[in-house]
Every structure is written in C-alpha cells, then in structure tokens.
C-alpha cells in the first residue's frame, strides 16, 4: 500500500513541476517568480518607517538607536522592493525580452521615486487619523486608531500600494492590497484614488474598484460597495472608468452599494444604508430606500402572558 502512494505522489509531482517547466520556458520571466511574503515584509517596514514611535522597537523619538533603526529599515525597504520590482518587470509588455540589468536599473530608479512619497503619503494618512477620530466617539484616542483600526491600515497600505500603481510596477501593487483585503475584510484596489480625510467605519466588507475617485471628508461604513455596473465585457473594459465617483463631504451608511462609471455622488450628500445607486446624485441630497413598516405582533405560541407587554406603545 505505501509504495502504491509513493508512486502515486511521485507522479502528480512529476506532473505539476513539468507542466511549471513548460510555462516558464513559454515566459520571459524565467522562473524568478515574486516572492509574496518578502512583499509583506516590505509593509510592515513601511508601517515602521510612517510610524516609528508605534511600531519601532526604539520608542524614544530622536533617539540615535531610532535614527539608525530607521536608516536599516529605509536600506531593506530599497533593496528588497527593488529586488521585486525587477522581477516583476517582465510582465509588462514594454519590458518582455528587456535584460535583467535593465529591469534591474529601472527597478531601482522607480523604488527611489517611490521612496521619495513616504512623506507625502505621511501627511494624508495623518489627516485619514484626524478623520477617524473625529467622526468616531468611540475612538479612545488617535494612537488607537494607529494600532488597531482595520479601516485605518488598508488606507494605509492603499496609499502606498497606488503609489506603485501609478508608476506602472505590475502585479506588486496589488499582492500589497490583498494583504490587507485578507487582514481587514477590506477591498480596496490600488488603482483607487483616495482623497484626504477618509474614513472607514468597521471596515468589514468594504469594496473600492480600481477606477474609483474619493474626494475630501469622506466616510464610508461597513459593507459598502463602489463597484462596477457590469463586468460582462471582461477584458474589453480594461482602462475604462467603470467606477463610482465620490464628491467631498459625502457620507455613506452600511451595505450601500454605488456602481458604474459615469455615476457620481454629489459633495455634501448623504446615502443611507441598503440603498442600490446606478446613477448620480446631486449635491446636498439625502437618499434613502422607502421606509417599510415595522411590524411587531405576539408569538401566538407563546405560552406566556404578553398583556403587560402589549400595552407598551411602540
């Protein structure tokens, strides 16, 4: 019996690394495939580098041991992310038959642009802390927010992943996003482009397509989606707009679903929660479902005197 599963386990692996072999050979990526969890790290560093006096092993600011901690991060962040992005060059068209130095060389410049945003997207993800703990009472403090709100790391990790995107660095920019889809339940793609001051309430799954654009002060709740209309022309769609725009100052309650290209929510707006939106909203509207009526009436099963109960006038 085991020599017949070894033999079984010899052939499936035999299988599976010829049929690998023969896609690396049809490619011109020759098997230097990107290495996911080195990607991962490379957030975590940035998260460290954005915020060193929560996730530095070095809490004392202006500390030379934080000043040198720092320094080795920024040397890792450069060297392991171009690394990536060298390899994950031949997946580009324009890059297809280019020479490992060359992808390596323009890997290289595009993670020192790259690198040169941190500060940047410090400042907006400052404001999305402001916005977080000012339109949550339950926020104890900002630091909270930092450490612990779900919401708050995918904009995080957003911010840097469409900074990747929009220097063209394929496939990296979103491993980055579905890290923290896969941590927070939170679905942002990285082609989203994400205003000032945005906040995410609970965070549970939220959807944001690629093509979205979110202005400034906007808050989302749970379960939202910013999606597309329809997705029935596949790849006949790529690098149209097929998401939602979002207008300043508009918020948006739980389980609202926003969709299509050419829809828009105009500033100041509010939509309420379960709504189903296909196209614009001026600005300054309210817009909410019909209201059902709530009907409560006793279990007839009951075995239970409910007459004091029923007298309560709801």
């Known amino acids: 019996m085991f020599s017949q599963m070894d033999s079984k386990v010899q052939n499936i692996v035999s299988e599976i690394l010829n049929d690998v072999n023969c896609q690396c050979n049809q490619s011109n990526t020759e098997c230097e495939l990107l290495d996911r969890e080195a990607i991962v790290r490379v957030i975590e560093e940035l998260e460290t580098v954005l915020f060193p006096a929560h996730f530095s092993s070095k809490k004392a600011i202006g500390n030379f041991a934080l000043r040198y901690e720092l320094g ?17 060059l031949p997946y580009d068209e324009n890059f297809k038959g280019k020479s490992k130095e060359a992808c390596q060389e323009h890997a290289e410049a595009q993670t020192a642009v790259f690198l040169d945003r941190l500060t940047t997207i410090r400042e907006y993800l400052k404001t999305d802390i402001q916005a977080a703990y000012d339109g949550d009472p339950a926020a104890f403090n900002k630091d909270e927010i930092v450490f612990s709100y779900p919401g708050f790391y995918a904009i995080m990790v957003n911010r840097l992943a469409h900074e990747l995107y929009l220097l063209g660095i394929p496939m990296i920019p979103r491993i980055m996003t579905e890290h923290a889809h896969s941590r927070t339940g939170t679905d942002i793609h990285p082609g989203a482009t994400l205003g000032k001051y945005f906040f995410i309430d609970h965070a549970t799954g939220v959807v944001i397509g690629e093509t979205t654009v979110i202005g400034e002060h906007v808050k989302i709740y749970q379960g939202v989606t910013l999606g597309g209309l329809s997705t029935r022309a596949g790849q006949g769609l790529k690098g149209c707009k097929r998401h939602p725009t979002i207008e300043d100052n508009v918020t948006i309650y739980s389980n609202a679903s926003i969709l299509g290209g050419e829809t828009v929510i105009g500033k100041g707006s509010t939509i309420a929660g379960n709504t189903f939106i296909t196209r614009s909203i001026p600005p300054y509207m309210r817009v909410s479902n019909k209201q059902h009526e709530l009907v409560i009436s006793p279990d007839p099963k009951a075995e239970t005197d409910l007459s004091e109960y029923w007298t309560y006038n709801i």
Do not use: P
């Not at 890792?76 to 060298?86: D, F, G, K, V």
């Open 72 to 88: 080795g991060l920024m040397a890792n962040i450069y060297t392991t992310l171009s690394e990536q992005i060298a390899k994950s």
